[in-house]
């Protein structure tokens, strides 16, 4: 039975990579993804540790964004790094709960090398990663949390041209005595038939 709890989807990534990190906290939060990004969902005053700590452990998922200076850099992300994985033990084997993200071309590190990584920089990348969040909002019973990818935008509908105005709401103004005319209005066009007896 689904319930509309939305996926819960932590985003570890380095400082640096933050501007396109936001780009991709904005697709999965307009997709129904309750993803959790520091800068939006921390409130100031906080212990950001703790917090932090708090979010990895309430997750359904980890995408862990990676880029070469990511993953060269020391530092907090390591650390976030070795809590996803030491969540993903406790997950049943075959579970979709880490998933490395590339923004660029680079390396995997080698304690996420067991794991199939998503390239978000190459074509059709973003519809890859929904369709493993779909999955694991389908296995936790949340798939109805998550829109759809569409191919693409539905176009607006078309306003009718003039031409096609419904000839109702056309105004005539006719001059002179139109007694005995007939006149008859179709399609745009009025003709005025003069009968002389």
């Known amino acids: 039975m689904s319930n509309s709890i939305p996926l819960k989807v932590f985003l570890c990534h380095s400082s640096s990579d933050k501007p396109a990190v936001r780009k991709e906290y904005k697709f999965l939060v307009e997709r129904g993804v309750d993803a959790w990004l520091d800068e939006e969902k921390l409130i100031p005053g906080q212990?950001?540790?703790?917090?932090?700590?708090?979010?990895?452990?309430?997750?359904?998922?980890?995408?862990i964004f990676l880029t070469k200076a990511s993953v060269e850099k020391e530092g907090y992300v390591q650390r976030e790094v070795k809590i996803a994985l030491n969540e993903a033990m406790e997950k049943p084997d075959g579970t979709i709960f880490i998933i490395p993200a590339k923004l660029e071309e680079c390396e995997l590190p080698r304690s996420l090398s067991k794991y199939h990584a998503v390239d978000l920089f190459r074509e059709g990348g973003r519809e890859k990663l929904m369709q493993a969040i779909q999955l694991r909002?389908?296995?936790?019973?949340?798939?109805?949390s998550i829109k759809k990818l569409e191919d693409k935008p539905k176009k607006p509908k078309k306003e009718h041209s003039s031409s096609q105005k419904d000839s109702s709401n056309?105004?005539?103004?006719?001059?002179?005595?139109?007694?005995g005319s007939n006149i008859v209005v179709g399609n745009g066009n009025v003709v005025n038939n003069d009968d002389d007896e």
């Open 47 to 63: 212990n950001w540790d703790y917090e932090i700590k708090k979010a990895l452990d309430a997750s359904d998922m980890i995408v």
């Open 137 to 144: 909002a389908d296995n936790l019973g949340k798939k109805e």
């Open 170 to 179: 056309i105004n005539i103004s006719i001059g002179g005595n139109v007694s």
